[in-house]
């Protein structure tokens, strides 16, 4: 098994303010927040050298709009791929998002989130539980990487080995029985 994981690096969060700062300048006009999430956000915590990028939008009839301004900047637009209120844009090669001085951006999964949509909760709650708790990032970390080693696992098998960790860490912050299943179902096509 190749370990597609690494230690967190502090480039990751030079990366992000400044892709935020380009996106931000792409979407002006539009009322948007974005966050930096997922396992990159995480000082001291091993992972994909892939940014995780939260687009927060509040008015869900502007989706179209802001759609169209990121495939301008050369993101393709992918829907919800099975994740309600979450939409994912790709990047179409290492120059996306395209700016005037044709700069290579580090790989990074963008999404477009409804303020209120269970996806973005997922992902905000459980990146600020990480933030506020050493010993939570160890444990994750922990996990993260024995499941690398494990012989036959690919990247679809890692995020759905993950999933039980996750859920069990959002159960303690509050999340209810309907919308943790949700989350459990949507990231693990198996688990239907």
């Not at 209120?85 to 990074?108: I, M, N, V, Y």
């Not at 709650?125 to 990032?137: G, I, M, P, S």
Request: aromatic share 8%.
């Amino acid at each position: 098994m190749t370990n597609f994981i690494e230690p967190h690096k502090k480039e990751w969060k030079t990366e992000f303010d400044n892709l935020r700062r380009v996106l931000l300048k792409i979407l002006d006009g539009y009322d948007v927040d974005i966050q930096h999430v997922g396992s990159t956000a995480i000082s001291g915590l091993h992972a994909k050298p892939i940014l995780d990028i939260d687009i927060i939008i509040e008015n869900k009839h502007r989706l179209g709009e802001i759609a169209i301004e990121l495939e301008k900047v050369g993101y393709q637009n992918r829907g919800e791929q099975g994740i309600s209120g979450r939409f994912a844009f790709r990047q179409t090669s290492t120059l996306t998002p395209k700016t005037d001085h044709a700069k290579k951006w580090q790989k990074h999964h963008l999404y477009v989130c409804f303020a209120d949509s269970l996806a973005l909760k997922n992902h905000l709650l459980f990146r600020d539980a990480l933030l506020l708790d050493e010993k939570l990032v160890e444990q994750y970390s922990l996990l993260k990487i024995r499941l690398t080693k494990e012989n036959g696992m690919t990247r679809d098998k890692y995020t759905e080995r993950k999933t039980d960790f996750i859920v069990s860490v959002l159960e303690s912050l509050g999340l209810d029985k309907k919308e943790l299943h949700k989350i459990t179902s949507e990231n693990c096509t198996d688990r239907l």
